[in-house]
């Protein structure tokens, strides 16, 4: 999934098209971010609304690496997904939609990106971590075929980030691990 030929974006029902990210749109990643975590101060996750955004040199490493993509309007872009690797599996790093552009179907359309390159690269499945006690999260994940990894069955790569995101503040008490079937 690394430095695929760039093709036309994908339009969505939404009138957003979504396309491989450039190094233009990096300086307007953390504004759509930045406005999307506010939300999770009302779902009771100020933590999460603490202002960051993804740092500047891992969102051009990864539109140099091709795991990055945008979700434009009119030209703009509205949303972002950013992807790597947990362990050995293909993991979403994070999806991210203005709210101003929330719930016209974006985020699927991105999440959709990333599965269906996912799918054609022969990857067998992709994983992800997210709260679970929020509405556009797990419930919203497991709409789109995910299911939750119970502890037991987490990977090197699971356990490892569990820790990361525990020592960086994040309560793993209403996290979860989840992840989709994609061939095999």
Known sequence: M????????AVHPSGAAVRAGVE?????LAGIEVA?????????HPELA???????PVARKAVEQGRLAVATVAGRPVGWVYWGRVGGELSIGQICVSPAHGRRGIGTALLRYVLDRAAEAGEPAVVLNTQSDVAWNRPWYEKHGFAVVPEPDWTEGMRVVTEQQAADGLDWS???HMRRRLAG
């Open 50 to 56: 603490d202002g960051s955004s993804i740092p500047e």
């Open 2 to 9: 690394q430095n695929e030929p760039v093709s036309e974006p």
């Open 24 to 28: 233009a749109d990096l300086p307007l």
């Open 36 to 44: 999307a975590d506010a939300q999770y101060a009302d779902a009771g």
């Open 174 to 176: 209403s996290r979860v």
